[in-house]
């Protein structure tokens, strides 16, 4: 098949979160054998760079552009009806057009505002689904005017884009019931967010050093950092209490600007390292459990993918087909999460275990065979439909 795919970002296996599965789909979808063409905005010139090495021409046809800007009055407006539409720059847009006109049997559109680019070739085009915003803030409503009217706005823009494409794709069971309460004519297709989990250096052993249990993530992101303010400052006082060994790290981009220097002597705080994964090896457990966030948590996949054993809840767990006492601890309440970050800190063993069964869960629920066979799926559902004239 001819496919055009749009992303965010660019396919990098070690930029951020969404690129791990870009990675996954555009070297899955050639060695397959199919004519891919894939358009990236890209906000980090590094990782630009290291997707660009990863996928030389003329065997990949990757086209890196840089990040829009939504400046002015028309950049305004153009962002308050269609939002986040300024990622994808004017030289992006011409070099869309261009591909389409060249023919294609499928866009594969990768996030919900990459929609705002194929409105009018809706018959053929895939929206993948990564998260909604009406799912992450239904708990919080903003306490200004202008908060209100963007959130109004930004949910308003959310039901557009998903009543219009015939053709949606998300995550998890969770967002796919969440798209029906929006759009309830659609079916959405289910893609697991694959991970390459080769690419993850694993070891089933105990870190050297004091027990220490961590997040890892962008502190940027509500979710994210919603998670690590209950980590801070609801669950980790308890865990020090039973553990009083345990060490606490808070690592990723903004953590410093998010909760400030750390000068405890059992508390440290990094923010925007070139490369996580050595702080994820001086884990011996990763604590992820946001009181709201939907879609597959990408930090707790690596985590799994490393043999970081792993404490979360129904959101930080969403969309991985772990068993708590087996690949995971899981509770939604602080007791319960307590209690599980305590009982695994202080049983090397339960750890060990833990490590095994995870890594090999990952691998065969989120290895390259099942998340594109799924794709692929979705790709043959579309193919078969009649384009509208």
Not at 173 to 187: G, S, T, W
Not at 244 to 271: C, H, K, M, W, Y
Request: overall charge positive; proline content about 7%.
């Amino acid at each position: 098949m001819r496919i055009v795919v749009v992303t965010i970002e660019p396919p990098d296996p070690f930029g951020n979160a969404a690129s791990r599965w870009y990675y996954v789909l555009f070297r899955g979808l050639v060695e397959r054998g199919h004519d891919v063409t894939v358009l990236s905005a890209c906000s980090d010139r590094t990782s630009r760079k290291r997707a660009e090495e990863l996928f030389p021409r003329p065997k990949y046809d990757l086209r890196c552009f840089d990040v829009g800007v939504h400046g002015g009055v028309r950049g305004k407006l153009r962002s308050a009806w269609q939002p986040y539409s300024y990622v994808f720059s004017a030289e992006f847009r011409r070099a869309f057009e261009a591909e389409c006109q060249a023919g294609y049997d499928v866009l594969h559109l990768e996030h919900l505002w990459s929609g705002w680019l194929a409105w009018s070739r809706a018959d053929r085009a895939l929206v993948n689904v990564h998260y909604l915003f009406r799912s992450d803030f239904a708990d919080s409503m903003p306490t200004s005017i202008y908060g209100r009217l963007r959130r109004f706005g930004t949910y308003a823009a959310e039901s557009r884009v998903l009543n219009h494409f015939p053709h949606v794709a998300t995550l998890t069971e969770r967002l796919a019931r969440d798209i029906l309460e929006i759009a309830p004519k659609r079916k959405p297709h289910l893609l697991p967010l694959g991970i390459d989990a080769s690419l993850y250096p694993f070891s089933a052993d105990d870190p050297l050093g004091p027990p220490t249990l961590g997040i890892v993530g962008n502190y940027a992101w509500t979710p994210t950092y919603r998670a690590a303010q209950r980590l801070k400052s609801a669950l980790w006082p308890r865990i020090k209490a039973a553990v009083p060994t345990a060490r606490l790290l808070i690592v990723g981009r903004n953590a410093i600007t998010q909760f400030g220097p750390s000068d405890a002597a059992d508390l440290e705080i990094i923010e925007n390292v070139p490369d996580i994964i050595p702080y994820f090896k001086r884990l011996h457990l990763l604590l992820n459990a946001p009181p709201h966030g939907s879609g597959t948590k990408v930090k707790v996949q690596e985590a799994m993918a490393l043999g970081v054993p792993v404490v979360t809840n129904t959101d930080g767990g969403e969309g991985i087909p772990g068993r708590d006492g087996e690949h995971w601890g899981l509770a939604d309440d602080d007791d319960g999460l307590v209690q599980r970050a305590v009982a695994l800190l202080t049983d090397r063993e339960r750890r060990h275990a833990y490590r095994l069964a995870a890594r090999a869960l990952l691998e065969r629920e989120f290895g390259p065979p099942r998340t594109l066979g799924a794709v692929l799926e979705a790709y043959a559902a579309i193919t078969s439909q009649p384009v509208r004239t």
